[in-house]
C-alpha cells in the first residue's frame, strides 16, 4: 500500500489533521476502532451538491428533468469508482487481508464509497470550495465531454450501437423464467447474438434485467 501523502499531492490538498484523511481511507474491515462510513455519508451529499451546481451553472437552459439524468449518471456507485481509479485509490485504502485477498482494492463500491470518504473529509476541513475544486478536477478529466447524449446512454442501446458495427446485426433478449411472489417477482433474461447467449442477468422489472444483461453483454464484448 502506497503512502496517502502520494494520495494528498494528486488531490493537490494537504491534510492539517491526518487522522481524517486515515479515517477517510479505513475500510470497516481493517478493525480498527474508526471507519470511513460517517465520512462517506457526509461525501455523499457533498458530492449531490457539488455536481448539481456545476450543472445548474453549465447548462443554463436545460430544464431540471435533462439536469437530474445527467447528475445521476455521474453520482452513483459507477461514476464514483472511475473517478476514484483516476486517483488509483485503491491503493492507499486500510483493509483487512482477507479483504485485500479477495480483490477489494479494486472492488466497485469499496472504492466509490473510498472516495466520497475523501471527499467528505477535504469538506469538513477545507469548507465546500476546496472539495468542490477537486471534484470538479476529477469529474472534468474523467469525462471530456459532459451532455446528456454522452453520460446516460442506456446499456442497451450501447450494446445495440457495438453489435452493429462489429457484427452487423441487432442483439436479441430472450425472457428466461421469472421466481419469487407476485409484489417481489424477479426476471431473468438473456442476450442472444447469432443465435449465442452472450450474458444473462436477473431483474425487478424485465427492463432492469434487460440493463443488466446488456450491461455483460457490453463488458464480455469489449474483452
Not at 82 to 85: E, G, K
Not at 129 to 139: H, N, P, S, W
Given at each position: 500500500m502506497n503512502d496517502y501523502h502520494e494520495l494528498e499531492e494528486k488531490i493537490a490538498y494537504t491534510f492539517k489533521d491526518k487522522q481524517l484523511i486515515i479515517e477517510a481511507l479505513t475500510h470497516k474491515s481493517d478493525k480498527k476502532p474508526y471507519n470511513n462510513e460517517r465520512l462517506e455519508f457526509l461525501g455523499d451529499a457533498v458530492l449531490d451538491l457539488i455536481v448539481g451546481e456545476y450543472l445548474f451553472t453549465k447548462f443554463p437552459h436545460s430544464d431540471e428533468g435533462i439536469l437530474s439524468k445527467i447528475r445521476a449518471s455521474l453520482v452513483n456507485e459507477d461514476g464514483f469508482t472511475?473517478?476514484?481509479?483516476k486517483l488509483d485509490l485503491g491503493s492507499y485504502i486500510y483493509l483487512s487481508l482477507a479483504e485485500e485477498n479477495n480483490n477489494g482494492r479494486d472492488k466497485p463500491s469499496l472504492l466509490s464509497n473510498a472516495f466520497e470518504a475523501v471527499i467528505g473529509a477535504v469538506y469538513?476541513?477545507?469548507?465546500?470550495?476546496?472539495?468542490?475544486?477537486?471534484?470538479?478536477?476529477?469529474?472534468?478529466?474523467?469525462h471530456p465531454k459532459i451532455d446528456l447524449d454522452t453520460l446516460s446512454k442506456d446499456y442497451k442501446t450501447a450494446l445495440q450501437e457495438l453489435t452493429q458495427a462489429t457484427h452487423g446485426v441487432t442483439p436479441q433478449y430472450e425472457m428466461l423464467g421469472s421466481s419469487g411472489p407476485d409484489h417481489r417477482k424477479e426476471f431473468e433474461i438473456?442476450?442472444?447474438?447469432n443465435g449465442t447467449t452472450v450474458a444473462k442477468a436477473k431483474g425487478k422489472s424485465k427492463k432492469e434485467a434487460q440493463q443488466k444483461a446488456a450491461k455483460l453483454a457490453l463488458k464480455e464484448l469489449k474483452r
Open positions: 472511475l473517478l476514484a481509479r469538513l476541513e477545507a469548507g465546500l470550495g476546496t472539495a468542490k475544486e477537486i471534484a470538479i478536477k476529477l469529474l472534468e478529466a474523467c438473456a442476450v442472444i447474438l
